[in-house]
């Protein structure tokens, strides 16, 4: 059975991903920083239905603390060899009002997280000569977004990351594929209001609606068995960007 670290999954897209993961036959470690009320809990839930679950507090910024969660997962599971970086916050400001330690908290979180987590589960997978990594991007990551300037930059960093990655580690054996989500219905959005969700939905979404954990999940899946496929960013956004 296969071991996978989702990354900022104790609510949200993680959350989801982990637990269509576990239900997959996955071995899942459930991450967070701050809500390990609500990693126990879907950890809990998963085991009680017969899957195997573990959790694991740690801020993916901090290389150490990321070091030590994969330690463990090696402990409890065995090597990691499916990794979703899904954790990121956003912080939507005027350019011109960003503070500089708000600037690097979003790059060190957003895009230093990647590199903490997979220079963590690298040796394994090039030893293995196997191995899986998803990359949580955003549509913000392929079009510009006005007030989301740091967000935006790091989400179209990881996709050069996942791109350049991709054709690097294709011959070890290594896929490396990219997310890119639209609105997506969890707490990140409701800074927006009810009413502006309620506009974009009606407005801007082809498809009607707001997206859920659950749509990203479904392609998290898919990518982590789609054997052929690496290198690519996969929009799941109700068709807001065609
Ligand atoms: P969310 O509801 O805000 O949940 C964020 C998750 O990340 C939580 O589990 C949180 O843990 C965790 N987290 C935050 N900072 C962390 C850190 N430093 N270390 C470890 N975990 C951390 O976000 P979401 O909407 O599910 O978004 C998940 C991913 O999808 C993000 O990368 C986001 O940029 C991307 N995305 C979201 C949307 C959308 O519309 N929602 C669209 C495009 C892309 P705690 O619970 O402990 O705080």
């Not at 903490?116 to 955003?138: D, Y």
């Not at 490396?176 to 309620?198: H, K, R, S, W, Y």
């Amino acid at each position: 059975m296969n071991v996978a670290l989702v990354t900022g999954s104790s609510r949200g897209i993680g959350a989801a991903c982990a637990a269509a993961l576990a239900r997959a036959g996955y071995k899942v470690c459930i991450n967070c920083i701050e809500r390990m009320d609500l990693a126990e809990q879907l950890a809990e839930q998963l085991k009680d239905e017969g899957h195997k679950a573990i959790c694991h507090q740690a801020d993916v910024a901090d290389a150490a603390a990321v070091n030590e969660m994969v330690a463990h997962i090696e402990r409890e599971f065995g090597p990691v060899d499916l990794l979703v970086n899904n954790a990121g916050i956003a912080i939507p400001q005027q350019f011109q009002d960003i503070l500089p330690e708000t600037w690097k908290r979003i790059f060190d979180v957003n895009l230093g997280g990647c590199y903490n987590t997979i220079q963590a589960v690298l040796p394994h997978m090039l030893h293995e000569h196997r191995g899986c990594i998803i990359n949580m991007s955003s549509i913000w990551g392929q079009h510009g977004a006005s007030c989301e300037t740091a967000y935006s930059s790091t989400k179209h960093a990881i996709i050069g990351l996942s791109r350049s990655l991709a054709a690097e580690l294709a011959p070890s054996g290594i896929r490396v594929n990219c997310v890119a989500p639209g609105v997506i219905d969890t707490d990140m959005v409701q800074v927006l209001g009810q009413e502006t969700l309620d506009m974009l939905a009606r407005e801007q979404i082809p498809l009607g609606r707001l997206g859920k954990a659950e749509d990203i999940a479904h392609t998290v899946l898919y990518l982590a068995e789609a054997g052929y496929t690496t290198g690519q960013v996969i929009g799941v956004d109700g068709g807001f960007i065609i």
